[in-house]
């Protein structure tokens, strides 16, 4: 947890590091206009708020650094309700190097990853699910993740939350009146109705933690690995899958031996496809390196496509590997190729071998290809999405953080309590126990309550100058 | 060369592309300010110059893309003295996709590499070297590249060109003179003076020419090739040149395969080092693809480094491998590796082998390490700067572009055409038409002699959004 010292006055780039026209290096804090004005060609300690100012930035030695443009926007009226400056100068890294270098000296400190909009927080400008969604507005890289993350930028998330809190409050305010009567032994609530409150509460908790599923894969992608023995085609299976030629093929086994990334786009989900190195017996120890770091990209995948040459690997020998490689976190498709070589080979082969070393595999899920002459991979692009997105989820809210999804669970578990107790008859202080504690984890996901540990976490996954 | 239509309002990216806290999108034109005024939740047709507005932008179906900043230029008062508004959006692709792909369908058009300087260029903001200096400066990374750029963009080197064009203009001027009169067989100008007048002209211009191999090696940084036999110890030579572990090392012959490329950055200047595969009568497919490169690689360099292994490869080999490998262009030098296994291998075992095949080296390219302990990489490093920056280059100017040193070398061999036109006693026309001719080359560089064609290359080569 960064302390919040409103004294300290922050600094960072806040546009990407690379080769741009333009820079923009971003000041918050009590002395970010006076700092910006020590260095500046232009006095703008009394200009107005949301006023731009050309001029040069020298450095002690008066030499020039950059011809700018700098922005000033004065208390409350920013994005951190503190006084701001931002620097527009050339996109050079060794000029924003230099600038970065020159308000650090006049006094400003580098800014944590995310603490503008700590800030922002702090001084409520937004609720904590709103800050969050700020960088996954940043990080949204389509249609469906844009839309997840605008929508809790501004706020709805927070305000279905803010409504299923409001009912459990009613509810308890309920249950706790009967405790302030607990020696007359009325009943307040009728617990008929409590309960159905309770279970209508659980539901839409539980849509929202069944969303995360394909919240999860807008937002973070979908690990897939490629795997299988040498010369199955793996490598050739990338290039059909991506369109382009990205690994080195050739008909020698063991060509590929760096594991090779790459972002295949199917609907707005973002496979990362991950090619590795064909598994045998290792030929000597740099191949023996290659397996073990095929082995370990299976363990962190959610799909495995097992690729196997259906002229050479027969039924048995493709269930063998199965055995060894499958993952209980992985889905699996099984990929036949080369079915040009041999058009015969059909899902029921496979399925007693299949069965014998326990593997449950459907016909949906045997994809016969030939990757090099690129048959059927439109349809394998088909059947990655459907094994993410398993139904039409047209729940208007889509929770896409996982904080806010153990933070679902543990208010689903709490009020679980609360109906467990209710059937059991225990006394109403320990239900309005149970109730407080469904409402303290909804509090966290927009931090109406919050620890610093919480803050800390949640701020460093930010990107600097954000 | 694109052509210059006012009425076109046009629209980039401005930042690097990747994720960042923001990304700024600017557009030029007459009607930048209505049509960002369309999509905009505020009004700012009529706000004033140099103001920046919170807001939020839309699609047409009402569709929310972003809350951004939006800053107001009025024209003249701009970088391309038209209206110019910068838009400050969230750094995602996807918004900065969406917006531009707005702007677009509202009438803008997407903007060309280094439009944006090209109108400033046009409107008379900057001459021609200093609309160049923009793009280096922006591509600057070192102390001495920032500092030839801002020279350069500020005006320095453009008002050295426009002395040398006024002196001699001034001299053009006395022999113009002389052809008026030329009827009268007079000299206006003493053909003495005229003669030390062009001789300091080129002189200046020499030093000019001179200080290019400075410049470009800043600006361009080298191309350094790591060549040599398999197992000779390239890829740990590489590892410790950039000290960390870049490219897997193992003591199989043949562990490289494609070809590594890395940044090292010595005293400001960067060389781009390139592992390449070890040389040998390939082995197999794979491998001679991997040679192939090799040789390429070399033929795109500056500088060879040739690694051998002292304990391996007899003087005669080296000397065999080296008349093989050296190309008319690339400096050598000479990586005896290994040296804790036979320290006693010194130049002078390897002076006559390496005469017998016409190589000229000297001592000081001769450089033993020990790659694996890091003995001697130090020097190793000294000895690239060195080879590069060969000596003190104190001129106040330094060339760095090929246009402007492609310019001054055909200005320079116009005077010696005056020069040996004087010597040689031909009519003062033909001397006035060889001035012109140095006139006009120098003229070209500041652009007060420019082409469509030159215009088009050189706004070419900026990134977009400038």
Tied chains: 1, 2.
């Excluded at 800030?119 to 890289?141: H, P, Y």
């Excluded at 059927?376 to 208007?396: Q, W």
């Amino acid at each position: 947890m960064i302390d919040y010292n409103p004294n300290d006055t922050i600094v960072a780039l806040a546009t990407p590091v690379g080769i741009g026209a333009i820079g923009v290096i971003r000041l918050s804090g009590k002395d970010a206009i006076s700092i910006a004005n020590t260095s500046f060609s232009k006095d703008i300690l009394g200009v107005k708020s949301h006023t731009l100012h050309f001029g040069k930035i020298s450095d002690e030695e008066k030499n020039i650094i950059d011809e700018v443009l700098i922005s000033v926007f004065i208390a409350p009226k920013s994005y951190t309700k503190e006084n701001v400056v931002e620097i527009s100068c050339h996109g050079s890294n060794y000029i924003i190097q230099q600038l970065l270098a020159l308000y650090i000296r006049q006094g400003a400190r580098l800014a944590q990853p995310g603490e503008f909009t700590q800030r922002a927080f702090l001084n409520g400008q937004l609720d904590l699910s709103q800050a969050e969604a700020v960088a996954d507005l940043i990080a949204s890289n389509s249609k469906q993740a844009h839309a997840i993350a605008m929508q809790q930028m501004r706020g709805g998330f927070s305000n279905e939350i803010k409504e299923l809190r409001q009912q459990l409050i009613d509810f308890a305010s309920l249950i706790e009146l009967e405790l302030d009567f607990s020696e007359e032994d009325v009943e307040f609530a009728n617990r008929e109705e409590l309960r159905k409150l309770v279970q209508q509460i659980q539901s839409v908790i539980q849509g929202l933690i069944q969303s995360f599923q394909l919240g999860n894969a807008i937002k973070n992608g979908v690990n897939t690995v490629i795997a299988g023995r040498p010369n199955a085609g793996k490598s050739t299976l990338l290039n059909a899958l991506l369109n382009e030629n990205r690994a080195i093929v050739s008909d020698i086994a063991g060509t590929t031996r760096d594991t090779i990334e790459e972002l295949l786009n199917i609907q707005g989900i973002e496979f990362r496809l991950i090619d590795t190195a064909g598994i045998r017996e290792a030929q000597d120890q740099i191949e023996a390196i290659g397996v073990e770091k095929t082995m370990e990209k299976i363990a962190q995948s959610a799909i495995l496509l097992y690729v196997f040459d259906v002229v050479e690997t027969p039924p048995e020998e493709v269930a063998k590997d199965l055995q060894n490689l499958a993952d209980e976190n992985s889905k699996i498709l099984l990929i036949a190729n080369k079915m040009d070589l041999n058009p015969y080979a059909e899902y029921k082969h496979y399925e007693a071998a299949l069965s014998i070393v326990n593997c449950q595999l459907s016909i949906q899920n045997f994809i016969p290809v030939s990757a090099i002459n690129n048959m059927n991979v439109e349809y394998l692009k088909e059947r990655l999405y459907k094994t993410v997105i398993s139904e039409d989820i047209t729940s208007n809210t889509i929770v896409s953080n996982s904080r806010h999804v153990e933070a679902l669970h543990k208010s689903h578990e709490s009020l679980d309590a609360v109906l467990h107790g209710m059937d059991s008859g225990v006394s109403s202080d320990f239900i309005a126990m149970d109730i407080r504690q469904a409402l303290y984890h909804l509090g966290t996901i927009v931090g109406q309550v919050s620890t610093d540990d919480l803050l800390a976490n949640i701020f460093s996954n930010f990107c600097i100058g954000k």
